[in-house]
């Protein structure tokens, strides 16, 4: 049910056009056509086409999506001992293939070491895929990691997983139960084709990418949000994305501010009870976390610098 062309393959929604000796048009079903001097395997007989008749064959797909590449392969005709016959002319090519384009992990609300429960991983593809089911059953077959790693935690559970409304993005939550999931920034997912497939001629996906992006490994605790111009954030807030005010009712306290990667960027300690403030006006835009820590607690902040 694969027509090959190249490196492209097109599924059996294909358009089939074959004239003969009175030139009428009529339909077939192909099996397979591969380039160049593959193997062949058998194609179905339309209706009144003799075995070792000679036919010219066209075969043509649209999509608005796709440029049209052109190119000639042959096809063998026959039953039995393969015969030469003819000869195929394609309309397709390069841009008929289906990919995973990258694999993103990112942090949300809650911050912890490692995984925590609201931690997600989201797939970007080339194009609208089947949108089948993906949950613990099946992910580490249709989406394996490298090295072993899995993406299900210490009760083999994983978070909900939900296809965007395109088709061509799939979030992936995680959970926490017993142990974190093994998986990690820097695995490789090997995609698995004959699983995952395009909603448009049913293309394989056999992609590999990298696990790029950070579940933000520092430890703290608390709430994060995004902060862009005046916010209250239990003890700390951010003016016009220019001063951090931050509050200890004892003498001891540290603000720290680290950049997206962990680096640290800013460290101040009080010297006295009361309201204090750091100029944060130097760092570019971009996402920070902002972390107090005071003898009664320690919480961290994200925070979305945009001028």
């Given at each position: ?151 299900l935690d210490g009760l083999d559970s994983l ?149």
């Amino acid at each position: 049910d694969t027509i090959e062309f190249g490196n492209t393959q097109i599924g059996d929604s294909i358009e089939v056009e074959r004239w003969w000796k009175n030139n009428t048009k009529v339909g077939i079903e192909i099996d397979s056509v591969k380039t160049d001097n593959d193997v062949f395997t058998a194609i179905t007989q339309p209706e009144s086409i003799k075995t070792r008749d000679s036919i010219g064959m066209t075969l043509k797909y649209e999509s608005g999506e796709i440029g049209y590449d052109e190119g000639w392969v042959r096809v063998y005709w026959g039953y039995g001992e393969w015969k030469w016959e003819d000869s195929i002319f394609v309309y397709g090519g390069t841009g008929m293939t289906v990919e995973l384009d990258s694999a993103i992990a990112s942090d949300s609300r809650i911050l912890e070491k490692g995984i925590d429960r609201d931690d997600k991983v989201t797939l970007y593809f080339s194009r609208e895929m089947n949108g089948m089911g993906i949950d613990e059953s099946n992910i580490d077959s249709i989406f394996k990691l490298s090295g072993g790693d899995s993406w299900l935690d210490g009760l083999d559970s994983l978070g909900s997983s939900k296809w965007q409304v395109n088709g061509d993005k799939l979030v992936i939550g995680l959970s926490v139960n017993v142990d974190q999931p093994t998986i990690k920034v820097g695995d490789t997912i090997s995609v698995n084709g004959s699983m995952l497939k395009s909603k448009l001629f049913s293309m394989p996906c056999s992609s590999r990418v990298e696990l790029r992006g950070t579940f933000f490994d520092m430890s703290g605790a608390g709430g994060r949000r995004e902060i862009k111009e005046v916010t209250e954030l239990q003890g700390i807030r951010v003016t016009g994305c220019k001063t951090i005010e931050w509050s200890t009712q004892t003498t001891q306290g540290t603000l720290t501010v680290y950049d997206i990667s962990g680096r640290e960027l800013i460290r101040e300690e009080s010297k006295a009870s009361g309201t204090h403030k750091t100029n944060i006006k130097h760092l570019k835009n971009g996402i920070y976390f902002i972390k107090l820590k005071t003898e009664n607690q320690s919480i961290t902040e994200k925070m979305v610098k945009i001028n």
